[in-house]
């Protein structure tokens, strides 16, 4: 570390927090808190849903050191195409209607009771864990730290500014956070094209298998993926977004521009991971990006891309913490006691929530292996017994809370027991991965309780 890199890195988060505390105060509405007052312009939105989609950014790299451009088939395509579908379909009625988040849907659509049950299941999947450890490792491989204050400097300054501005304050270090992200891999490629040769070299010098689409796994595995890619449509940060945009055609045109962003930046990411296998084919795949440019980049440079792998994580950081400060705060402590339609002192339950979150996520952060296994477990688990209940919410098919209830906790239980059957005997039942088991007996059961057709 250069003393220009440690000045690059300290103006960043003297800048970063003081963009997350400018204008901010404990004082405002609940609305205001949560949605920004329903007023996110186009360039907010973009940039704030661009920046918070790549949270597992080590992941990214480590997948593509090991399977090449399979990570484009698994993290890049599939969420184009449910992007896509979600800003047609779904973005302007999310826009239209009064609700501050998923739970808020189940409940009006379903009951009390499923609002509840549906925001323990967004918990898991709006968790900051696995970036906050990603977040701390990168800080011990890159600066020296031990892992314990690195994770608790990465939790405390990445959702300290919530506490006061709460979605404004994320949204305005969204847009420091999404310039940095694209800068500091543009500065990558750009290197690391003049230290080793143009893009067209790494196809004679690396083995064919990091140009198989499958990336040697096999067809089930790669559509699994695909599949848990229908997490967009139960994604709360989309949902968030798009409810808090000042317009259905703004959440619709922020979505599909947005589209074109996540394209430029995953050529930026795999591209830049095929780099890393070439010039350093002996290294740790998680480091794969870290260790490229330390390897290549000069002094400041090198502090402006560490900069750009900060804010990548970081913009996941503190979205996915106000997120689970909201479910757990207003979804579920705040529902629990109070069943009127409108929650009283939203914003101090959030509050309390921050709190227990960040503290649960930090002990999480400290037990999970693998960001990318957890992905896939979560994917596979939580996704079948929300996805297909929440698209009902958009039709006239009713439920009771019982039947509902049922309906999206048989899957996840079923998927669990799927799970650890082939954790411990090596292989999943017929081959056939938890997600299909969990998904179809979702739709079986939504078939046999419904009262009306779709």
């Given at each position: ?81 449910f992007g896509l579908l979600f800003a047609i379909f779904l973005a302007p009625k999310i826009r239209n209607l009064p609700h ?103 196809f004679t010098e690396l083995p064919e298998h990091y140009f198989d689409p499958t990336g040697g796994n096999s067809i089930q ?84 891309f560490l900069i750009g792998l900060f804010s990548t994580i970081m913009s996941t950081i503190d979205s996915n913490g106000l ?132």
């Open positions: 570390m250069h003393y220009l890199d440690w000045f690059a890195i300290g103006g960043y988060f003297i800048l970063l927090l003081g963009l997350g505390f400018y204008k901010s105060s404990k004082k405002g509405n609940d609305s205001d808190f949560i949605l920004a007052g329903r007023k996110l312009s186009l360039p907010g939105f973009i940039a704030t849903l661009v920046a918070t989609w790549y949270g597992g950014i080590l992941g990214v790299g480590e997948n593509t050191y090991h399977y090449g451009i399979q990570t484009w088939f698994i993290f890049a395509f599939p969420y184009y195409v501050h988040s998923i739970p808020d849907h189940f409940r009006k659509h379903f009951g009390h009771n499923a609002g509840i049950f549906s925001a323990v299941l967004i918990l898991f999947l709006a968790s900051p864990a696995p970036y906050i450890l990603s977040f701390g490792i990168l800080l011990q491989h890159t600066l020296g730290w031990n892992l314990l204050p690195a994770i608790l400097f990465s939790t405390i300054v990445s959702l300290i500014y919530i506490w006061y501005g709460g979605f404004r304050s994320v949204i305005r270090t969204d847009i420091l956070q999404f310039i940095f992200m694209f800068t500091g891999f543009v500065f990558l490629l750009v290197f690391s094209w003049n230290y080793f040769g143009p893009p067209k070299k790494l595995y790669i559509l699994v993926w695909f599949f848990i890619a229908l997490w967009t449509f139960i994604d709360p940060g989309f949902y968030q977004r798009t409810a808090a945009a000042k317009s259905p055609e703004t959440a619709q045109k922020g979505i599909l521009i947005s589209i074109g962003f996540w394209f430029v930046f995953d050529f930026l990411t795999i591209s830049t991971g095929l780099y890393a296998v070439a010039i350093l084919p002996n290294q740790t795949a998680a480091m794969a990006y870290p260790e490229l440019a330390a390897h290549i980049l000069p002094p400041f440079v090198y502090g402006i997120i689970s400060a909201i479910t757990f705060g207003r979804d579920i402590l705040l529902r629990v006691q109070q069943k009127d339609e409108y929650g009283k002192d939203e914003t101090r339950y959030i509050r309390k929530g921050l709190v227990v979150m960040a503290i649960i996520a930090v002990l999480l952060a400290l037990s999970i292996p693998s960001v990318i296994q957890l992905w896939y477990v979560i994917g596979s688990i939580i996704v079948p017994g929300i996805l297909l209940p929440f698209l009902m919410t958009f039709t006239q098919t009713k439920l009771n809370d019982g039947k509902i209830i049922l309906t999206m906790i048989l899957p996840v239980i079923i998927a669990i027991f799927w799970f650890f059957y082939g954790h411990f005997s090596g292989h999943y039942p017929m081959g056939i991965e938890p997600f299909y088991p969990g998904l179809i007996i979702s739709g079986m059961l939504l078939y046999h309780f419904s009262e009306k057709d779709f």
